[in-house]
């Protein structure tokens, strides 16, 4: 983890097109993001890497990127060179699952398929069961849209009604749908959480 940021992870479909409409969103969240001195980190060499980096630029004039890429997937180091200005090269899933997790402040889920709901599902189990540090877990939902609100619904319907899930386990994940909203989110988050260790066998929140 030497040289990777602390940094906002943006997870998302690898099949997204240049037009779609989560892209000018994900833009205005880089920003904020930016903004606010923090970086952000990426997986893959896809249109939400283009997205992330073209924000972050926009909002500070450096890339302030991490892209954090499976070796099958890398096209050349030339294309990923221009995006981020730190690159992480892995030969697994669960290497790259990994590094986007660790040292994470947040990590913001847009509608994707199998591999975004997979890394949503296990971040959300390993704070749950007390293997990752608490962070905010924001799913993107376009206005007027309803993919994660389906999500919440599933997850009310079958698993808490089911007893499989407690209650509190709902706030493991928040909707949002507008950039500001997701910025402001993290923000609030880290006005009143530090961090959490063990201490001499005890549990310490800041």
Partial sequence: LEGLPSGVSFIGGSRLKPTDPELPVVEAIARGVAKREWASRCGGDSELLNAVSRGVFAATGRKNVSAIIRRD????????EGKADVIEIVDSFPAHKLLMYEN???MIALPGGVGTMDEVWELACLMQTGKAPPMPLLLMELPGEDYWHNYDAFVREQLLARGLISPEDLSLYKIFDSPREGVDWVKSYYSTYHSIRHVRGRLVIR
């Fill in 73 to 80: 997937e890398v096209p050349s180091m030339e294309a990923i």
């Fill in 104 to 106: 994470s402040k947040a």
